[in-house]
């Protein structure tokens, strides 16, 4: 079967660094994305890998190594604002984007 | 700005009713899709459309149907609702033109089904 895991909850602090783990497997790949949800909101688009290596983009960087089926969103200088979940998805061989639960982000004065 | 909106926002109703959720999109995609999200879930794909004449199922098409009147309006419908239809729903669409062919989400409808 797919599979996406990604931790359900993790707390940091405003001004700190924090990184969001996903570990995948699924029939085939052809990209991975990582998603920003507000509570109550539609996902939006944060990045998007599809060879091995880091992309950054601002505060926000995404990793990805094909070979472990491994990827993580690593967020800088954390703000109030970024306190959201975070969903990684897959797209796999049909091209049918297979999604993470998320991971809860709570950010603390 | 081009834009994806789905209708009705809230919708409560009974079981046994049948519902129709309607998603409309001005960004000029030719890819649309319903999903639905649960808590502690991720995202499920109910069904997909990859242009007017192609529907096609998604992971958990039982219960639902869909319809495509036009390359900027996918409605779903729920025949017969249920209880655990309850959830939120979001339609999403994607320009195959794209490289990344990444997914823009409407606001999502909250149905709940007494």
């Not at chain 1, 996902?43 to 992309?55: H, I, M, Q, W």
Request: charged share 20%; aromatic share 12%; proline share 3%.
């Amino acid at each position: 079967g797919q599979n996406i895991d990604q931790p359900t909850e993790m707390t940091a602090t405003e001004g700190a660094i924090v990184q969001i783990n996903c570990t995948y497997q699924t029939s085939g790949f052809n990209g991975l994305f990582w998603y920003q949800q507000h509570a109550g909101e539609a996902p939006t688009f944060l990045s998007y890998n599809v060879l091995d290596g880091l992309e950054e983009k601002g505060r926000f960087s995404s990793f990805l190594s094909r070979s472990k089926g491994y990827s993580y969103l690593l967020l800088k200088e954390l703000q109030m604002k970024d306190s959201a979940s975070y969903l990684c998805a897959v797209l796999d061989s049909n091209y049918q984007l297979i999604w993470g639960a998320g991971t809860k982000l709570i950010i603390k004065p | 700005d081009a834009d994806v909106t789905q209708t009705p926002r809230n919708r409560i109703t009974k079981t046994g009713k049948r519902i129709m959720l309607e998603c409309s999109q001005t960004k000029g995609h030719d890819r649309m899709y319903w999903y639905r999200q649960d808590p502690g879930l991720g995202l499920r794909l109910i069904y997909y459309s990859f242009d007017v004449k192609d529907i096609n199922k998604g992971e958990i098409s039982d219960g639902y149907s869909v319809s495509r009147q036009a390359q900027a309006k996918f409605s779903l419908s729920l025949e017969s609702a249920i209880p655990n239809q309850t959830a939120l729903y979001f339609c999403a669409t994607s320009d195959s033109g794209t490289h990344y062919n990444e997914q823009f989400f409407g606001p999502g409808t909250r149905l709940t089904v007494l």
